[in-house]
T-cell receptor
C-alpha cells in the first residue's frame, strides 16, 4: 500500500492556467508538507501544515496555496502559472512528535509551457 | 540559521569500493541531521538520522554516518558500493518552525557506481 501518494504524476499546462496537485497519506500522520525540487535537484520547503497551524515559507508566492479537506489530504493549488513554476513537487508527512522523520510521495512533475 | 553543505555534487565509485559522501552543517544549537536518498523518478527515503544520541548512526542498506561536532560534519559511508546504490543523496538539518520541524536540505550528491 502506498503511504504517501500524489496525483497526477505528470502535469503539463500553459502559462496563466490554474492547477491543483493532490496528496494523500494513509499513515495516520498529522503534519504534511509541500516541497519544490528545481531542475538542479535543489529541494526547498514550501509549506508545513497540521490541523492547527500553517507555516508558509516566506519565499513562496501567494499564487500557491495549500488546502486540506481533512487530516489525510493536503492539496496544492497554483494560480496563474508561470514558466518558473516548472519543477517537481513533493508532498511529505510526519508523525506526531517525530516531525523530523518525513515520508515523501513520488512527486509530481509540473511543466509550464 | 541552520544549514548543510554537501561537498561534491557528483561522486563516482567502483562496485565494491568505499562510498564516502560529505556533509558539513552549520547550527547554533545541537542539530538533528539526516541523510535521505532519492532513486530516479522517485520521492525521498530516509536513510538514517542523528538526534543527539549515539554519534555513530547506522541506517538502511548498509549505510552509516558519524556525527563529529569538532568538525561540524556528518559524512555518509558504506564499506562496499553496490550498483543499486546509484542515486541522489541529500543531507538535511531540521529546525523548529512553529510546532513542526522543517527540513533544510543540502544541494545533493549524485552517486554513480561503476561496474
Amino acid at each position: 500500500d502506498t503511504a504517501v501518494s500524489q496525483t497526477p504524476k505528470y502535469l503539463v499546462t500553459q502559462m496563466g492556467n490554474d492547477k491543483s496537485i493532490k496528496c494523500e497519506q494513509n499513515l495516520g500522520h498529522d503534519t504534511m508538507y509541500w516541497y519544490k525540487q528545481d531542475s538542479k535537484k535543489f529541494l526547498k520547503i514550501m509549506f508545513s501544515y497540521n490541523n492547527k497551524e500553517l507555516i508558509i515559507n516566506e519565499t513562496v508566492p501567494n499564487r500557491f496555496s495549500p488546502k486540506s479537506p481533512d487530516k489525510a489530504h493536503l492539496n496544492l493549488h497554483i494560480n496563474s502559472l508561470e514558466l518558473g513554476d516548472s519543477a517537481v513537487y513533493f508532498c511529505a508527512s510526519s508523525a506526531p512528535g517525530e516531525t523530523y522523520e518525513q515520508y515523501f510521495g513520488p512527486g509530481t512533475r509540473l511543466t509550464v509551457t | 540559521a541552520q544549514s548543510v553543505t554537501q561537498l561534491g555534487s557528483h561522486v563516482s565509485v567502483s562496485e565494491g569500493a568505499l562510498v564516502l559522501l560529505r556533509c558539513n552543517y552549520s547550527s547554533s544549537v545541537p542539530p538533528y541531521l539526516f541523510w535521505y536518498v532519492q532513486y530516479p523518478n522517485q520521492g525521498l527515503q530516509l536513510l538514517l538520522k542523528y538526534t543527539s544520541a549515539a554519534t555513530l548512526v547506522k541506517g538502511i542498506n548498509g549505510f552509516e554516518a558519524e556525527f563529529k561536532k569538532s568538525e561540524t560534519s556528518f559524512h555518509l559511508t558504506k564499506p562496499s558500493a553496490h550498483m543499486s546504490d546509484a542515486a541522489e543523496y541529500f543531507c538535511a538539518v531540521s529546525r523548529f518552525s512553529g510546532s513542526a520541524r522543517q527540513l533544510t536540505f543540502g544541494s545533493g550528491t549524485q552517486l554513480t557506481v561503476l561496474p
